[in-house]
């Protein structure tokens, strides 16, 4: 158990990610209350009934205290740490609902993955949006911070080793959250370059879809052979991956020197995502030859894919950006292909001679 002094944290949002956070702010002591959103109403009734998460199939700690969202109020007075829970598509929501709540001195500390563009290209990272529905004087009386790094959830709620960074501007507030978190498998690092890592932790889920194209191949070319698998194939695109996701860090961050922490949080957490999951099941779809039209409105319809989200959002403001000057027309070669597969419904045809610079 971390050596800190107890605090009230309060987190909106009753996902698998939020409420696997609990077990080690739980298990250290701390006073934990959770709020679900309209859309959570289930797993909370759940929860208050039988102490299980549904999603997670797991019993929750007992010491948490779970709410519905109309006693949001309640469960957020005097919290020293308000966390943001939702996925990136609500991140508008919670911004607004925060915004209620949130008091000054108190601690933000966001676990939402993603970014917005706006016409321009010019891209945001999700605590910066969040940020917009606050009064001036509450962004500067609070300090922002957020998590990143490669964690399943249920991996943290099972206590499986767990290596992840908190970012924030505010090194003490950072030092303060790490010793809430910290236990004997949930292992924390700190960074004050908040906007590289989580421009980081947003790109990455774009390259997870790219990891299902060569399983899709085999689907496509009835590869039964289980010796040559293509992982010469997902190899060079998971390193185009990481060639671009690194220029993004440097292209929006002011850090231009990256750390081994920017490394777990990169190359790290896009390993884990594209081990599996819906970004990559879509990608499969994709690699055996089905247009991405036809995935989204029949194979995968209604699944939520935040890595297509991110592709829709960051590879748009590629235009503009280009427009701009800000980017060359030869950069981000990957990222522009799955744009065209996403929006222009494109099959796939791997621009290789484009990758590592052009120098093929």
């Known amino acids: 158990m971390a050596n800190t002094e107890k605090a009230k944290v309060a987190i909106i949002g009753s996902g698998i990610m939020a409420t696997a956070l609990t077990f080690p702010l739980a298990e250290n002591g701390h006073e934990v209350h959770l709020v679900g959103t309209h859309l959570d109403r289930d797993i909370?009734?759940?929860?208050?009934?039988?102490?299980?998460?549904?999603?997670?199939?797991?019993?929750?700690?007992s010491?948490?205290?779970?709410?519905?969202?109309?006693?949001?109020?309640?469960?957020?007075?005097?919290?020293?740490?308000?966390?943001?829970?939702?996925?990136?598509?609500?991140?508008?929501?919670?911004?607004?609902?925060?915004?209620?709540?949130?008091?000054p001195g108190m601690m933000v500390f966001s676990i939402t993955k993603g970014m917005q563009a706006d016409s321009e290209g010019n891209l945001a990272i999700l605590p910066e949006v969040i940020k917009k529905y606050f009064p001036e004087d509450l962004v500067?009386?609070?300090?922002?911070?957020?998590?990143?790094g490669p964690s399943i959830a249920g991996e943290v709620a099972v206590h499986h080793d767990t290596c992840v960074v908190f970012c924030g501007e505010d090194q003490a507030s950072l030092n303060r959250l790490a010793n809430m978190f910290r236990t004997d498998y949930y292992h924390v690092w700190t960074s004050t370059d908040i906007v590289g890592m989580e421009v980081a932790a947003a790109t990455k889920n774009i390259y997870a879809f790219a990891a299902g194209f060569n399983e899709g191949i085999r689907d496509k070319?009835?590869?039964?052979?289980?010796?040559?698998?293509?992982?010469?194939?997902?190899?060079?695109?998971?390193?185009?991956?990481?060639?671009?996701?690194?220029?993004?860090?440097?292209?929006?961050?002011?850090?231009?020197?990256?750390?081994p922490k920017h490394l777990l949080v990169g190359s790290g957490d896009m390993f884990v995502t594209s081990m599996g999951g819906r970004n990559v099941k879509a990608g499969r779809y994709v690699g055996a030859g089905i247009p991405f039209s036809e995935v989204r409105d029949v194979h995968m319809k209604g699944v939520t894919m935040e890595g297509v989200a991110a592709i829709k959002v960051?590879?748009?403001?590629?235009?503009?950006?280009?427009?701009?000057?800000?980017?060359?027309?030869?950069?981000?070669?990957?990222?522009?292909?799955?744009?065209?597969?996403?929006?222009?419904?494109?099959?796939?045809?791997m621009p290789w001679e484009k990758f590592f610079d052009g120098e093929k």
Do not use: C
């Open 140 to 148: 500067r009386s609070v300090t922002w911070s957020a998590v990143v």
């Open 44 to 61: 909370i009734d759940s929860i208050q009934k039988t102490g299980i998460h549904p999603n997670l199939g797991l019993k929750i700690p």
């Open 221 to 259: 070319n009835r590869e039964q052979n289980d010796r040559y698998v293509r992982f010469n194939y997902g190899s060079a695109v998971f390193a185009q991956g990481q060639v671009e996701l690194t220029q993004f860090m440097q292209l929006l961050s002011d850090n231009q020197v990256l750390s």
């Open 314 to 349: 960051i590879g748009g403001a590629m235009a503009p950006l280009t427009k701009r000057g800000i980017i060359k027309e030869t950069d981000f070669p990957l990222l522009r292909h799955l744009y065209d597969i996403i929006v222009n419904d494109k099959p796939l045809n």
């Open 63 to 103: 010491s948490v205290k779970a709410y519905q969202l109309e006693q949001i109020e309640e469960a957020f007075d005097g919290a020293d740490v308000a966390m943001s829970g939702v996925n990136s598509f609500g991140v508008d929501w919670v911004g607004e609902q925060l915004a209620k709540v949130v008091k």
